[in-house]
Antibody, heavy 118, light 110 residues
Framework: QVQLVESGGGVVQPGRSLRLSCAAS????????MHWVRQAPGKGLEWVAI????????YYGEFVKGRFTISRDNSKNTLYLQMNSLRDEDTAVYYC???????????WGQGTLVTVSS | QSALTQPPSASGSPGQSVTISCTGT?????????VSWYQQHPGRAPKLMIY???KRPSGVPDRFSGSKSGNTASLTVSGLQAEDEADYYC??????????FGGGTKLTVL
């Protein structure tokens, strides 16, 4: 059974940092590019970042502006998102999603909620 | 990168067909055949329904179909069923290793 499980979300003050994780099972993780996608409360989906299957290439949405870093450890079948200098507007559910062909999102994890608030 | 444009809502009665549009630009929807559609029920993760404009993943009913003309893609749900009531999002590769989603459409089965 293919499964992506995010963790690491929580409540954090503005300006602080948080690291999200996404543990993969039931798929050959090293064959997948991996995305982070977020969804603010009551809002639509917003693409955050992608990392290539081998971790050598990373790309980010314009709003990231150097604050987030996507990485992966294929030996642990785990994807990460390091988020620094968090802002109120970063409050969202963060989903990880696989991408074998660099053009669609499947499968998806269940999401982890990040709340940035003082 | 601006979000793709979707109607905020759509509706239909059981058994009817409904089409949801997704309008972008020549840089995203119009420039690539990498349009995908996602279904999201309340409190749940999105689920891939259509990829590469019109292809259905295994397990997705053939009541769901996709198409594209110019800068506008469409998702059609035929033979509406109660369980189809959900939010639907289009997504597209936007070039330069960027991706963009639509704002979402809430589908109501009357």
């Amino acid at each position: 059974q293919v499964q992506l499980v995010e963790s690491g979300g929580g409540v954090v003050q503005p300006g602080r940092s948080l690291r999200l994780s996404c543990a993969a099972s039931g798929l050959t993780f090293r064959n997948y590019g991996m995305h982070w996608v977020r969804q603010a409360p009551g809002k639509g989906l917003e693409w955050v970042a992608i990392i290539s299957y081998d971790g050598k290439n990373q790309y980010y949405g314009e709003f990231v502006k150097g604050r987030f870093t996507i990485s992966r450890d294929n030996s642990k079948n785990t994807l990460y998102l390091q988020m620094n200098s968090l802002r109120d507007e970063d409050t969202a559910v963060y989903y990880c999603a696989g991408d074998r062909n660099w053009n669609w999102f499947d499968p998806w994890g269940q999401g982890t909620l990040v709340t940035v608030s003082s | 990168q601006s979000a793709l444009t979707q109607p905020p809502s759509a509706s239909g009665s059981p058994g009817q067909s409904v089409t949801i549009s997704c309008t972008g630009t020549s840089s995203d929807v119009g420039g690539h055949n990498y349009v995908s559609w996602y279904q999201q029920h309340p409190g749940r993760a999105p689920k891939l329904m259509i990829y590469e404009v019109s292809k259905r993943p295994s397990g997705v009913p053939d009541r769901f179909s996709g198409s594209k003309s110019g800068n506008t893609a469409s998702l059609t749900v035929s033979g509406l069923q109660a369980e189809d009531e959900a939010d639907y999002y289009c997504g597209s590769y936007a070039g330069g290793n960027n991706w963009v989603f639509g704002g979402g459409t809430k589908l109501t089965v009357l």
